[in-house]
């Protein structure tokens, strides 16, 4: 009897031990996943955008997509959809939660950027290009004084 108490209380002390061991184990391997975690959460290096001058409207036909922000901040952004031809005609879509605003008209170059001006307000839009990767920014001030900023993307 006194053997088979002294083995249980190898065996716990055995027990113990191990679960200690599995324990430490599980510890090390959760602090590596949450330290390589925590490196893969590091922002990206953000992209640098390099102006390029707009020499005809074929540098910039076809279909632009993004968010349009207004200035000073007083509504949710719009989603924008602009179709630019050869020409420098365009139409565009500004996609609100109280329905779509829409409209077209026609572009001018002048010192190597987009210009538009309606009885609404005036825009100018530049080439933006970093990677390969080209970017339209597009600048808008209303006959009231609100501003609005839209950075577009090619799009299908």
């Known amino acids: 009897m006194w ?22 184990l599980i510890g090390l391997t959760l602090l590596a996943l949450v330290a390589q975690g925590c ?3 590091a922002p990206a290096p953000k992209q640098e955008w390099t102006p390029q001058s707009i020499e005809s409207f074929g540098a910039v036909a076809g279909k632009w997509a993004g ?4 200035h000073p901040k007083s509504r949710k952004d719009d989603w924008v959809r602009v179709a630019i031809l050869d020409d420098g005609r365009y139409e565009f879509a500004s996609y609100r939660t109280i329905g779509v605003l829409s409209g077209r008209g026609q572009f ?9 001006t309606t009885e609404r307000g005036t825009a100018t839009g530049s080439l933006l290009v970093s990677d390969g990767s ?3 920014r597009i600048i ?5 004084g609100a501003q609005y ?3 577009l993307e090619p799009s299908q």
């Open 3 to 24: 053997l088979r108490d002294k083995r249980r209380t190898e065996d716990r002390k055995n027990m113990v031990e191990t679960t200690r061991t599995a324990k430490v």
């Open 39 to 41: 490196q893969s959460l």
């Open 67 to 70: 968010i349009m922000v207004s």
């Open 108 to 116: 001018t170059l002048a010192d190597g950027q987009l210009t538009v």
């Open 134 to 136: 080209r970017m339209l």
């Open 140 to 144: 808008g001030v209303m006959k009231d």
């Open 149 to 151: 900023t839209a950075e």
